[in-house]
């Protein structure tokens, strides 16, 4: 089995090499406070309570919303039918125009998505759901 590289990761997503690490901890760094309305877990009501009015210009807010939901659901393929607060502070970096290094993020969920189904091969488990960008 060939192993995928950053630069295949790159390749294949456009996902930038360079820019900022992301590490757990790192948030952004702008002091900048943002109202995300994150009581509602399912993304309906998630969208709801973000969105602005009708043919008002996109606030911050609807864009760090927007930039949540792309990064669970078309970067990292989070299959969850509820919103987690995970990739937030990447919403928000990203919302601020940070470069930030996506790739390695990618290439380590596509990781950890690999050795999940094979720990379920090795026990013979029926493979159902897979989650992350497999």
């Known amino acids: 089995m060939i192993t995928p590289t950053l630069l295949d990761v790159a390749a294949i997503t456009g996902l930038p090499l360079l820019g900022e690490e992301i590490l757990t901890t790192t948030w952004s760094t702008t002091g900048v406070k943002y109202a995300i309305d994150i009581s509602s877990t399912t993304y309906q009501s998630f969208i709801l309570n973000n969105k602005g009015q009708d043919g008002d210009p996109v606030s911050d807010n609807e864009h ?51 050795d999940w189904i094979t720990a379920l091969m090795r026990e013979k488990k029926r493979i159902t759901n897979v989650d992350g960008p497999v």
Do not use: D, H, N
């Open 64 to 114: 760090i919303t927007f930039l949540l939901y792309w990064l669970r659901g078309v970067v990292f393929c989070v299959r969850s039918t509820q919103v987690k607060v995970t990739y937030l502070p990447l919403a928000i970096m990203l919302a601020e125009g940070k470069r930030l290094c996506l790739a390695k993020l990618f290439l380590a969920r596509l990781y950890l998505t690999l």
